[in-house]
């Protein structure tokens, strides 16, 4: 069994930052991509920020420049740095991890974690 569970999220002022973590646990074999989703209200949910296993690193244009993604390999742990906040960023983030095990690859989620910005 693997899970998958973020925190770090919560309520900020625009312009203001918050750093959201990460932590894959259980029956893991290694851990390939990692990555940051979110969804807005009515909204599909859109990649942010992702990150393989050899520190590649992928943004969507929208956050270039506010957000940095980064991972612990000892830890299991990737975080996401987010700077500069705007109204647009506004919804539930998820963390995702594609997770190999003897015999297979499969891409884990956790529950979500809220990101509110206020004006």
């Known amino acids: 069994q693997v899970q998958v569970v973020e925190s770090g999220g919560g309520l900020v002022q625009a312009g203001g930052s918050l750093r959201l973590s990460c932590v894959v646990s259980g029956s893991i074999g290694s851990i390939n991509m990692m990555g940051w989703y979110r969804q807005a209200p009515g909204k599909q949910r859109e990649l942010v920020a992702d990150i393989s296993s050899g520190g590649s690193t992928n943004y969507v244009d929208s956050v270039k420049g506010r957000f940095t993604i980064s991972r612990d390999h000892a830890k299991n742990a990737v975080y996401l740095q987010m700077n500069n906040l705007k109204r647009d960023d506004i919804g539930v983030y998820y963390c995702?991890?594609?997770?190999?095990?003897?015999?297979?690859?499969?891409?884990?989620w956790g529950q979500g974690t809220q990101v509110t910005v206020s004006s």
């Open positions: 995702k991890a594609r997770v190999r095990t003897a015999l297979l690859e499969y891409d884990y």
